[in-house]
Structure formats: C-alpha cells, structure tokens
C-alpha cells in the first residue's frame, strides 16, 4: 500500500469512518461512502487502475466536507454541487502529494491529471487549484 492510500485511509479513520477495499465489486462500480454505516468502500477491481486513488480520495471529500445523505455517495466525475466539492477536495489531497518538492515552473496539469486518470472535463479545476497550492 503507497503513502497515499495509507493517509487516506488513516483520514477517514481519524473522522470515524471505516474503509473497506474489495476486488469482489464489477470492474464498472466506483467507490462509495456510506453515511449509515460510516463506511468508505474503495473497488480495487476498477477497470481504470490509476483512477482508484482519485475516487478514494474524492470519498475521503465527502467525509471531509461533512456530505450526509440518506443515500450512498457513489465516486461521479461532476462539476456540481456536493460531488463537485467532493472532486475538489479530492484535486486538493493529491496535489499536495504529486507536486511536493515540484518547481511551480515544472507544475504539468496534463501529467497530474493522467497520474490518477482524473476526467478531462475536471481539468479547469485541477489547473485552479495547482495555482491555488502554488501561491
């Protein structure tokens, strides 16, 4: 398990939320978080790998955020409302991570957002936010 994946976990426990990662979920199911249960499921059977991490970490906004629903909270690539906040928290975690000890100058969205196979319609957040961390 890499440095990222451990603090999200260590996170999510910190704000009394469990995490469950399972390969037993369809290739096609992203993560969810579940407020009922205070529980954070993460698919490690994604068909998009590098993906995982982001969805993590945009399950982990939810938590951070205080997002409550009736409903599980399911990983969706959106601009809007609180799945929007959610993917923006998640861009801010990472970037703390991917551009440490990194130049502003050398700071490269395009590779960023390939690193964790972030949606491209995500990539006018993701250049706010890198200048955000920069300045």
Excluded: C, W
Excluded at 10 to 23: F, L, P, Q, R, S
Excluded at 116 to 127: D, V
């Amino acid at each position: 398990m890499d440095k990222i994946t451990t603090d999200l976990i260590n996170t999510a426990m910190k704000n009394g939320y469990g995490v469950e990662i399972t390969h037993e979920m369809n290739p096609r199911t992203t993560a969810l978080t579940s407020y009922k249960h205070k529980k954070i499921i993460i698919n490690s059977n994604y068909y998009l790998q590098k993906q995982i991490v982001f969805q993590f970490a945009h399950e982990v906004g939810h938590v951070l955020n205080g997002d409550a629903s009736n409903n599980p909270l399911y990983y969706t690539p959106t601009k809007y409302k609180i799945e929007g906040a959610a993917n923006r928290h998640a861009i801010d975690l990472l970037i703390t991570y991917y551009f440490n000890n990194v130049p502003k100058e050398d700071a490269n969205v395009v590779n960023f957002m390939e690193s964790f196979e972030i949606p491209n319609r995500l990539s006018k957040m993701a250049i706010e936010e890198i200048a955000q961390f920069y300045d």
